[in-house]
């Protein structure tokens, strides 16, 4: 969510602090993936914000993605990672929860605190934008006979 590995080891070592403060209050196993998922997302929504006050991008830099095994088209990849780190932060926590952890609408809404509505609508919205933007980028559409379609 970060798109800065940097900052997502900070991150990482913020919410295993606070485990280790919270340990007692852990349940179970599931417990504590939820507890671990919740407190994560809501610490990256909340430095993404700050970020935004303060740091800028320029157009034409990279936005820091983090470089991952390639898969069948790095271009795509690397353009449908640039326009992910565009989308407002609790878009991109959504999106980042639905196609990255895997999770169902109703498990995010659960990690989130966020009305299942909301949940699908983000997803709706933000597919539709990263659609609408691949699409003008690439002058085509996103869908094509040869190429994997973006869900």
Same mark, same amino acid.
Not at 1 to 21: C, G
Not at 85 to 91: F, G, I, N
């Given at each position: 969510?970060?798109? =800065? ?5 900070? %991150? ?8 280790? /403060? ?21 610490? @990256?929504?909340?430095? %993404? /914000?700050?970020?935004? /006050?303060? @740091? *800028?991008?320029?157009?034409? #830099?990279?936005? $820091? ?5 390639? #898969? &069948? =088209? ?14 407002? !932060? ?11 952890? &895997? ?7 659960? *990690? ?5 509505? *909301? ?17 003008? @980028?690439? #002058?085509?559409? !996103?869908?094509?006979? &040869? $190429?994997?379609?973006?869900?």
């Amino acid at each position: 969510m970060l798109w =800065d590995r940097h900052e997502a080891e900070d %991150l990482a070592q913020e919410v295993f602090l606070r485990l280790h /403060r919270s340990v007692r209050e852990v349940q179970s196993d599931a417990h504590l993936l939820a507890w671990l998922r919740q407190v994560t997302t809501r610490l @990256a929504i909340d430095r %993404l /914000r700050r970020q935004s /006050r303060h @740091a *800028t991008v320029p157009l034409e #830099g990279d936005p $820091g993605v983090a470089q991952e095994p390639a #898969g &069948d =088209d790095p271009l795509l990849e690397r353009r449908l990672r640039a326009l992910i780190a565009q989308l407002p !932060a609790p878009a991109r926590a959504v999106v980042v929860l639905r196609y990255q952890e &895997d999770l169902d609408p109703l498990e995010i809404a659960e *990690t989130l605190a966020m009305p299942l509505n *909301t949940v699908k609508s983000h997803l709706r919205r933000s597919l539709e934008s990263l659609r609408d933007r691949l699409e003008s @980028a690439a #002058g085509s559409p !996103a869908a094509s006979p &040869d $190429g994997p379609a973006i869900p």
